[in-house]
């Protein structure tokens, strides 16, 4: 018996914990006193609530849900969307030779850097701006390698906005890419180097087999101060694209008044690059020149070919006042493995062009003279190319002085 009691009793007490844990933790505890459980005297039994009923959702606002997430979403991705931007550029560098008439030949080290930026922001419009070598030459963009390891400057090469406002139209401003077209890549009256600053309007229409275009500009070259007046480039150049065949042909003529040069100092550097000065060093002739180009191109035996001319006149001149140049390429060094030969005749009268914007590199820059010019590009990779180009013109100065130009360029395009 004394064994069994503690065990019935501690059964019990298991047994009475278990009942009082189960029942709910906020209900009055059951047996006992049953005052306990009874309100006092003045207090009151709150009312018993019960849950709210969730509203019943409608297909209507479950659509008006997803449309407001869309939304969101849509505005999200408004806010996200970067302007897309292409970036390129090049190097080259160019060991160069130049031997003039009787004297030692100079050889010198060079390099062209440039990089840029180009974005459409929309279908509407579009950005550029580039950065190139050099010390601010109009016509180069090349940095001799002396002396003494100094440090080499970069400057504004490009900074310009393009508008579409319809497909036939478009208006470029700043420092703009040239809008002219140039048989053959010729520099007779532009250097291929040369970023013009002002205003262009450009048109561009095709027919069934033909191309029609037109080009506008007005140009800064000088901001005068006080009473003289600024000068300026009126521009305009008109010309149609013909197929045919496999052939394409390009004619295109052009206008370029030159304003407040006549009388005036040389715009850069006080070098007229040949044009006719008086004995107080000042321009003497105005510049109005017809210009006029073709060039024909296509493939032949799937090797792409072209040939092209150009004739340009001064009209404010009395002599001295023609230039023409004429050439032909064969192949195309755009990819690996590719190569391309090119040659071209030219003659610059004194005052045929204006001397500080034609090439930089014929017969030391600028007009005055006649020759030949001959090259070769091969492309080493899609990046890398070798170039080679050799000049041989005689300047026109009273001793007809021979003059030797060789380039030889190792470039990587990125």
Do not use: C
């Not at 019990?12 to 914990?17: C, E, G, M, R, V």
């Not at 062209?112 to 509407?124: L, P, T």
């Not at 504004?156 to 890419?177: C, E, H, M, N, R």
């Not at 052939?247 to 100092?265: E, H, I, W």
């Amino acid at each position: 018996m004394k064994t069994l009691f503690p065990l019935v009793l501690m059964t019990l007490l298991f047994t009475f914990s278990g009942h009082a844990l189960a029942q709910d933790p906020g209900a009055p505890p059951t047996g006992g006193d049953p005052a306990a459980t009874e309100p006092k005297v003045g207090e009151t039994t709150p009312p018993a609530t019960e849950p709210k009923a969730e509203e019943p959702t409608t297909p209507a606002k479950e659509e008006m849900k997803v449309e407001e997430k869309k939304e969101e979403k849509k505005e999200e991705k408004k806010e996200k969307k970067d302007i897309p931007v292409k970036f390129k550029g090049d190097v080259r560098y160019r060991h160069e030779t130049i031997d003039v008439g009787d004297d030692d030949a100079n050889q010198r080290h060079r390099i062209r850097v440039r990089f840029g930026a180009f974005s459409r922001i929309s279908e509407q419009l579009e950005f550029g701006f580039q950065i190139a070598s050099g010390a601010g030459d109009p016509v180069s963009t090349n940095q001799t390698l002396a002396p003494a390891f100094t440090k080499k400057p970069m400057t504004i090469d490009l900074a310009y906005f393009q508008y579409t406002p319809v497909k036939p139209l478009s208006l470029s401003g700043g420092k703009i890419k040239n809008p002219f077209f140039r048989p053959g890549d010729s520099q007779l009256v532009w250097d291929s180097d040369l970023t013009p600053e002002g205003l262009s309007l450009g048109f561009g229409h095709e027919l069934s087999s033909v191309r029609l275009f037109a080009t506008g500009a007005a140009l800064w070259i000088a901001d005068r101060k006080g009473e003289e007046d600024d000068a300026h480039v009126l521009a305009g150049q008109a010309g149609a694209e013909l197929k045919l065949g496999k052939m394409k042909l390009t004619l295109a003529g052009a206008l370029f008044n030159y304003t407040k040069v006549v009388g005036m100092a040389a715009i850069y550097d006080d070098d007229a690059f040949g044009n006719t000065l008086d004995a107080g060093n000042l321009l003497v002739n105005d510049y109005n020149l017809v210009d006029a180009g073709l060039e024909l191109g296509g493939k032949i035996a799937d090797l792409p070919f072209a040939v092209f001319g150009e004739f340009a006149t001064n009209l404010a001149a009395d002599e001295e006042k023609t230039a023409f140049l004429a050439g032909f390429s064969v192949g195309e060094a755009k990819k690996a493995g590719g190569w391309r030969l090119f040659y071209n005749y030219r003659s610059v009268q004194r005052d045929a062009v204006f001397g500080t914007f034609s090439d930089s590199d014929f017969v030391g820059g600028g007009t005055g003279g006649a020759g030949h010019l001959v090259g070769a590009d091969f492309a080493v990779s899609d990046n890398m190319f070798l170039g080679l180009i050799v000049q041989k013109s005689v300047i026109d100065d009273a001793d007809e002085t021979d003059y030797l130009r060789v380039q030889l360029d190792l470039s990587l395009k990125f």
